[in-house]
């Protein structure tokens, strides 16, 4: 599985990174005290941004900008369903579809009290086990854990479509872009045209701690104790 990881770069190779230099990179299997991992997967960490702010954004806005910008071009106007919102990949969706003009609708946590929906206000809340009558939208995405109920697809509109978020396939596939994608979030982090996360750190030596924290919906950023080597 892709993973996320952020630290110092230990050996140089033919890159602009530097001995030294804090760094952000999309790489499969990166939950490990050393990797060793191709230099175009990483990036260099903005300073405005924390190691830990970079790493959680990382973790979400990258995929989520490939499924919404580039393949589904979501616009001013179209109707966007979010499942999940309260995982981190499902904030950064609600994020981007706002900067990009959505309407947005959030499938309502199994617990209706979540904090998202109080810290948040989202646009609309709808419980997706009892949509109103003639609810459509153009767009599904689906950033949470469980497959998407096939009931929900008679809600898309004709023309309409459903996304799932798949990083891993994305870096495998196209390296250069997931680059590119890292790139420009984390400018847009440092710059606060995109919100930034503000993570819970908890030491990569308790991964399996963190992966329940994820699975709950925390964002959560793994801080190694070792140095990368690139």
Same mark, same amino acid.
């Given at each position: &599985?892709?993973? &996320?990881?952020?630290?110092?770069?230990?050996?140089?190779?033919?890159t *602009?990174?530097h001995?030294?230099?804090?760094?952000?990179? @999309?790489?499969?299997?990166?939950?490990?005290?050393?990797?060793?991992?191709?230099?175009?997967?990483?990036?260099?960490?903005?300073?405005?941004?924390?190691?830990?702010? *970079?790493?959680?954004?990382?973790? #979400?806005y990258?995929q989520?900008?490939?499924?919404?910008?580039?393949? $589904?071009? @979501?616009?001013?106007? =179209?109707r /966007?369903?979010?499942?999940?919102?309260?995982?981190?990949?499902? /904030?950064? !969706?609600?994020?981007?579809?706002?900067?990009?003009?959505?309407?947005?609708?959030? #499938?309502?946590?199994? =617990?209706?009290?979540?904090?998202?929906?109080?810290?948040?206000?989202? =646009?609309?809340t709808?419980?997706?086990? *009892?949509?109103? !009558?003639?609810?459509?939208?153009? /767009?599904?995405?689906? #950033?949470?854990?469980?497959?998407?109920?096939?009931?929900? /697809?008679?809600?898309?509109?004709?023309?309409?479509?459903?996304?799932?978020? =798949?990083?891993?396939?994305?870096? !495998?596939?196209?390296?250069?872009? #997931?680059?590119?994608?890292?790139?420009?979030t984390?400018?847009?982090? $440092?710059?606060?045209? @995109?919100p930034r996360?503000?993570?819970?750190?908890?030491?990569?030596?308790?991964? $399996?701690?963190?992966?329940q924290?994820? $699975?709950?919906?925390?964002?959560?950023? @793994?801080?190694?104790?070792?140095?990368?080597?690139?």
């Amino acid at each position: &599985r892709a993973g &996320r990881y952020q630290h110092q770069v230990r050996r140089e190779g033919a890159t *602009a990174l530097h001995i030294g230099q804090a760094v952000v990179g @999309l790489v499969p299997g990166s939950a490990a005290s050393h990797i060793t991992a191709a230099a175009q997967l990483f990036v260099a960490c903005p300073l405005e941004l924390s190691l830990e702010q *970079a790493a959680a954004g990382a973790l #979400a806005y990258p995929q989520v900008r490939h499924v919404l910008e580039q393949q $589904a071009e @979501l616009g001013p106007g =179209d109707r /966007l369903l979010i499942l999940g919102v309260e995982r981190p990949e499902g /904030l950064a !969706a609600m994020h981007i579809g706002r900067l990009r003009g959505a309407e947005i609708f959030l #499938a309502q946590p199994a =617990d209706a009290t979540h904090s998202v929906l109080q810290e948040l206000a989202p =646009d609309h809340t709808v419980n997706i086990a *009892a949509l109103p !009558a003639g609810f459509t939208v153009d /767009l599904i995405l689906n #950033a949470g854990p469980a497959a998407t109920p096939k009931e929900l /697809l008679a809600a898309l509109r004709r023309g309409g479509s459903l996304v799932e978020l =798949d990083l891993g396939r994305l870096i !495998a596939r196209r390296p250069e872009r #997931a680059q590119v994608l890292l790139a420009s979030t984390l400018a847009e982090l $440092a710059s606060g045209a @995109l919100p930034r996360f503000e993570p819970r750190v908890v030491p990569i030596q308790n991964i $399996a701690f963190a992966a329940q924290q994820l $699975a709950s919906g925390a964002v959560v950023s @793994l801080v190694g104790a070792s140095p990368l080597l690139l």
